[in-house]
T-cell receptor
Framework: KNEVEQSPQNLTAQEGEFITINCSYS?????LHWLQQHPGGGIVSLFM???GKKKHGRLIATINIQEKHSSLHITASHPRDSAVYICAVRGGTQGGSEKLVFGKGTKLTVNP | DAGVTQSPTHLIKTRGQQVTLRCSPISGHKSVSWYQQVLGQGPQFIFQ???????GRGNFPDRFSARQFPNYSSELNVNALLLGDSALYLC???????????FGQGTRLTVV
């Protein structure tokens, strides 16, 4: 079982829909990241969370530390939101390294 | 301000060859991490360097090595390339190892 599980793996929505992507993790963490990856590879950091909720424009990220669960919400989705969204946690279980452990990503396609 | 820059962007090598990938972190960032992303998977941790010292190593063979220079830039070296080393190699920098991570565009390595 992967340390970080994302659902769904693929998501297709119509423009304007409310989107939710979920992330569950099985290890103790110091922070959780939500990242966006477009075709071609570059990764953009959307949020870094250690508790509660953060909002940036149409994006909202929440985390429940007790339940080891985080969600990324996109309101009023737009075709330009089409990308792979990746959840990554930082716990550091190898000799104190501060590595990120990634989920496999959720591929979001928003149709006009 | 320049973000994280990686070079080259694309590279084709033959099995058995050696490759060196380069990463320049955001100015002032002292932590650099390397990740390998195979097609369809989330990135996997390879190395982390902080203040020019190795702080963590992922589950990769000894053919993989890295170093960090006094100006905090970093190189990832892979010897005796295998077809399975074909991947997107991502570099991430942060102010300190536990801060928000900023990613470069990656180097896409193809081994033929």
């Amino acid at each position: 079982k992967n340390e970080v599980e994302q659902s769904p793996q693929n998501l297709t929505a119509q423009e304007g829909e409310f989107i939710t992507i979920n992330c569950s993790y099985s290890v103790g963490i110091s922070a959780l990241h939500w990242l966006q990856q477009h075709p071609g590879g570059g990764i953009v950091s959307l949020f870094m969370l250690s508790s509660g909720k953060k909002k940036h424009g149409r994006l909202i990220a929440t985390i429940n530390i007790q339940e080891k669960h985080s969600s990324l919400h996109i309101t009023a989705s737009h075709p330009r939101d089409s990308a792979v969204y990746i959840c990554a946690v930082r716990g550091g279980t190898q000799g104190g390294s501060e590595k990120l452990v990634f989920g496999k990503g959720t591929k979001l396609t928003v149709n006009p | 301000d320049a973000g994280v820059t990686q070079s080259p962007t694309h590279l084709i090598k033959t099995r058995g060859q050696q490759v060196t990938l380069r990463c320049s972190p955001i100015s002032g960032h002292k932590s650099v991490s390397w990740y390998q992303q195979v097609l369809g998977q989330g990135p996997q941790f390879i190395f982390q360097y902080y203040e020019k010292e190795e702080r963590g190593r992922g589950n990769f063979p000894d053919r993989f090595s890295a170093r960090q220079f006094p100006n905090y830039s970093s190189e990832l070296n892979v010897n005796a390339l295998l077809l399975g080393d074909s991947a997107l190699y991502l570099c991430a920098s942060s102010l300190r190892g536990r801060g928000e991570a900023f990613f470069g565009q990656g180097t896409r390595l193809t081994v033929v």
